[in-house]
């Protein structure tokens, strides 16, 4: 882009400048980042040394407990030093790979951030005398780390061999610290070189920061000087140059004219003309032209203030419009003097013209200003009134007239106080007059809360007040204007949203946000003065029935039924709430466990008897309650409604139609509870993007196959802490809680995005079939099947890859909804194994009415098959049912070779478990780190 005259000077003046800036600048940066990268390898040995350390300590733990978290403790650590050896070898080559560089500093937990200096300050500066001797010790430390891990793995192989001997084991316990020992001296001469090396180079740069700044400010001291000189001929220039422009601007304001009348010579200012939008050539210097101008309303009276003014001198001061040379008419004001002879006669008149058609579109809309106010005071909502000072009525809009009962004509001129009162509601004491505080405060002013305007009838209305001070051109206050607010509706619909918001709308009882609010108060009561009371949660047993055969008539019919007896069952003192569905909350205060308990039983008892008609059918109904007695301050309010509502589905899991009451040393609701706290871990954990995929290959036992041709999906969970949770510790809770379909669908999602993306790169190790395991609330949700079809169109992966895992338990509430789902999508392309086969007492009957492909042997009989007779025998019966049928079999658990050997004898088509691989991180990146990561069962 070219530059403009007065960027080129500023160019000229600064570039200098700015050459020397950025040298310095370049300067400083490489002196920060050449001791930044000495930090690095500091902080780099400082990790090195404490993982030494652990490793060695959790190597010499293992070989006296012989824990195998010890010796993954071990692999763990030691991965820091190897991962810094790998590094610096390959930063040795001549052509180092620096992706591999990367990965061995990460491995060794430097940061990110670090990596551009560490590989920096090896490659330009390892030749240098420091960098040299520090690299050295290096290299002898990695020595001994290499001497360490083969130690290591020596060690671990011959404890696993289960022949241990006290003498040996303290030999290799003795050669591992001989070899650590040699270790810390060579991290101390490291760190006391890499610091010599650092103050050197810190030394050096500060001296080259030095001598580049003591070089160049000679030469800054030169430009400077150079631009002073330059400056001050600049604002010579710019002062004759600004002068000029004020004579200019002073004689361009308005435009000129000049009326010759004895020589009818006319002149027109090239302003006067640029103000009509003409060129000094295209108007002619005429009155003709003037007149042409003139809009045809405004030509009779310009003309005649023209005449008058050269007949009798009146003032020529005129308004009129002009048409502009692009045919638009602008407002102009004319003035001008005419000059006369001696005998009185005009012989010449000059004047100005200026353009005011903003002023004149500003009045033209301060006027539309004004009357849309008067019909906005007409048409508003609110009562105003306007009065001077004194307090005498000037005006009332309609609101106000019907307000007060008083007509404009017949309050106009009146004091205020004579057309109404106004009273504090609370007190009905005179309320201060807003005239009087708005004068004296000399700013708008709030009436008082709970106002009654009292009309001369003497009916009182509730308002809202407002008052403010009307100020004259001089802003001194002139009047006052009054709006009053009728509130009465507004108290009404107040009213009625308190009630709605705390009462339920079908049965008149609080809601559950009233009940919580009145329990937090008993809590704090029980906490300060020692009282005891109790609550309960209540549920319906058998309402769906009556909603799902009769509709919701018939159950919100039935919820106030229920509603209603309860209610004359308690004490006035007592509170019933409807907290959602067909579930209430009873709160009992000052009342003792004995007598709670009795109350319980007596609710329940009322509902058992209650027989619900609904035309030609009835219905039994119960309830399962469960009791919670609070007697100190140790609850909590969230504590107190999870302990009730686990006390009561511990009632409707022991049989319904029963009491509950909540005990803190009961296992089973400690179950219950800790279930809850998954049901709320597990959404978070999918939010926060916290689940895993795992995979385990499956064996084809029918011959050599690609290794990871055919694997099973399993899901993991990592917890707030970074720890891994095993699938049974949350998955019973999500089946539970109605959140495996959410599984589900974030397990599909993950594995055909990540099978698409391994297709796309390229990878050798993308499996052939992926086996997805499915929850029965998947199967039974008529949303799910259109999400799979989804994931498909989105992904394009093939179809025949995706074998989906069920088990018999999963499909036995919705068996049709199962084949359906099933055939489904095996017309997709997909394949189906029935897992878990054996477990059931229906199996065999389940598989003939399940379309399925392949059969899963239990893993409880393939475990000890090898030992048990009876095991192996149901093995060979499934197998042979299964193919028989025409469908492959698979064993799970596989966990050794005998059994491994024995699953070929009997025809067993592909085995699974810990002896043929262990779940791994889907996709597998590295197998060397990843080899030790899992040692959680494979359960999905």
């Not at 025409?886 to 009997?906: H, P, Q, S």
Request: with cysteine.
């Amino acid at each position: 882009m070219r530059l403009l005259p007065a960027a080129k000077r500023l160019l000229l003046i600064i570039w200098p400048f700015l050459v020397i800036e950025a040298l310095q600048v370049f300067l400083a940066v490489g002196s920060v980042n050449i001791l930044s990268a000495g930090r690095a390898y500091v902080n780099g040995e400082s990790l090195w040394s404490k993982a030494h350390k652990d490793a060695v300590a959790s190597l010499i733990a293992y070989a006296r407990t012989r824990d195998k978290q010890d010796f993954l403790r071990f692999k763990t650590e030691i991965a820091v030093p190897l991962g810094d050896q790998r590094a610096r070898l390959e930063l040795n080559k001549p052509q180092p790979d620096y992706d591999v560089v990367v990965r061995g500093f990460l491995q060794g937990r430097s940061h990110p951030d670090d990596m551009a200096g560490l590989i920096f300050l090896y490659r330009h500066f390892g030749q240098l005398s420091y960098m040299r001797e520090v690299i050295g010790y290096w290299a002898q430390a990695d020595e001994y780390i290499w001497q360490l891990a083969q130690e290591a793995d020596a060690l671990n192989a011959y404890i696993q061999s289960g022949r241990v001997e006290p003498g040996e084991l303290e030999r290799r316990v003795t050669r591992i610290e001989q070899i650590s020992s040699h270790i810390p001296p060579l991290n101390t001469a490291f760190s006391s070189t890499l610091g010599e090396a650092t103050r050197w180079t810190q030394a050096v740069l500060l001296g080259a920061n030095i001598a580049f700044a003591l070089t160049f400010v000679p030469l800054g001291v030169f430009f400077s000087y150079r631009m002073v000189k330059r400056s001050k001929g600049f604002e010579d220039k710019l002062a004759r140059s600004e002068e000029r422009f004020q004579l200019a601007v002073r004689g361009t304001n308005d435009g000129l004219w000049d009326w010759g009348m004895r020589t009818r010579e006319v002149y027109y200012s090239p302003r006067y003309k640029q103000l009509l939008g003409y060129e000094d050539s295209e108007l002619e210097n005429t009155t003709a032209a003037f007149v042409s101008c003139l809009h045809p309303d405004d030509r009779k009276p310009t003309l005649f203030a023209l005449r008058s003014h050269l007949r009798s001198d009146s003032p020529y001061d005129v308004e009129c419009r002009l048409k502009t040379q692009s045919g638009e008419y602008r407002w102009f004001r004319m003035r001008g003097q005419a000059v006369r002879d001696g005998g009185g006669r005009p012989i010449r008149m000059a004047g100005s013209i200026s353009d005011i058609t903003d002023r004149k579109l500003a009045e033209s809309e301060v006027f539309a200003e004004k009357e849309r106010a008067q019909v906005t005071l007409e048409s508003i909502g609110d009562a105003v009134i306007t009065t001077d000072t004194r307090g005498l009525v000037d005006y009332l809009n309609p609101v106000a007239e019907k307000l007060t009962g008083w007509t404009m004509a017949e309050a106009q001129g009146r004091p205020l106080h004579l057309l109404f009162r106004l009273l504090d509601e609370s007190t009905q004491k005179p309320a201060p007059d807003p005239i009087e505080a708005v004068v004296r405060e000399g700013r708008a002013v709030e009436g008082p809360a709970n106002l009654l305007l009292m009309r001369g009838d003497g009916t009182g209305i509730p308002i809202d007040e407002s008052a403010a001070p009307i100020r004259d051109r001089t802003g001194h206050i002139c009047g006052v204007v009054l709006v009053f607010h009728d509130v009465s509706r507004e108290r009404q619909f107040a009213a009625k949203l308190s009630y709605q918001a705390s009462h339920d709308a079908l049965t008149g009882l609080i809601n559950r946000r009233e009940f919580e609010i009145r329990l937090r108060r008993a809590l704090n009561s029980a906490a300060e003065l020692q009282r005891q009371h109790a609550v309960m949660y209540l549920d319906l047993d058998q309402f769906k029935v009556v909603n799902d055969t009769c509709g919701h008539a018939a159950g919100d019919q039935l919820m106030q039924e229920v509603s209603r007896m309860l209610r004359r069952r308690l004490r006035d003192s007592d509170t019933l709430a409807r907290l959602g569905g067909d579930e209430f909350g009873v709160l009992l205060e000052n009342c003792s466990p004995e007598h709670a308990g009795t109350i319980a039983e007596g609710l329940r008892q009322t509902v058992a008897d209650l027989v619900f008609a609904w035309h030609t059918r009835s219905f039994s109904i119960s309830a399962s309650i469960g009791l919670v007695n609070v007697c100190d301050g140790t609850f909590t309010l969230a504590e107190v409604m999870s302990a009730a509502d686990a006390t009561c589905y511990m009632a409707k899991e022991k049989g319904r139609n029963r009491v509950q009451t909540y005990s803190a040393s009961d296992s089973e609701l400690t179950h219950r509870h800790g279930e809850m706290e998954w049901a709320a871990r597990i959404p978070r954990a999918l939010d926060e993007g916290r689940l895993l995929l795992y995979s385990q290959e499956i064996m084809d036992l029918a011959g050599p196959t690609r290794k990871g041709a055919h694997v099973e999906l399993l899901v993991r969970m990592v917890d707030e802490h970074g720890r891994l949770d095993p699938p049974m510790a949350f998955i019973p809770a999500a089946e539970r809680y109605n959140l495996m379909p959410a599984i589900d669908r974030w397990v599909i999602r993950t594995a055909f995005s990540t099978l698409a993306a391994m297709q796309a790169a390229g990878r050798q190790d993308v499996p052939d079939t992926c086996a997805i395991n499915l929850s029965g609330a998947s199967i039974g949700d008529e949303r799910f099947l259109e999400f799979v079809r989804e994931q498909f169109a989105q992904y394009p992966i093939p179809h025949n890859a995706v074998c989906f895992e069920i088990t018999e338990t999963a499909v036995i509430g919705s068996m049709d909804k199962a084949v359906r789902f099933i055939e489904e999508l095996r017309a997709f392309g997909c394949s189906f194994a029935l897992d878990d086969f054996g477990a059931g007492m229906s199996s065999f009957a389940y598989l003939k009415r399940l379309p399925v492909d392949l059969v899963k042997i239990d893993g409880a009989f393939v475990k000890e098959m090898a030992d048990d007779a009876t095991d192996r025998a149901m093995v060979e019966a499934i197998n042979h049912i299964g193919q028989m049928m025409g469908k492959r079999t698979i064993a799970e658990f596989v966990e050794n070779d005998r059994t491994l050997a024995l699953l070929r004898d009997i025809g067993v088509d592909f085995a699974q478990g810990y002896g043929i691989a262990k779940p791994m991180p889907f996709p597998l990146q590295d197998a060397r780190s990843s080899a030790n990561q899992d040692t959680l069962p494979a359960c999905a």
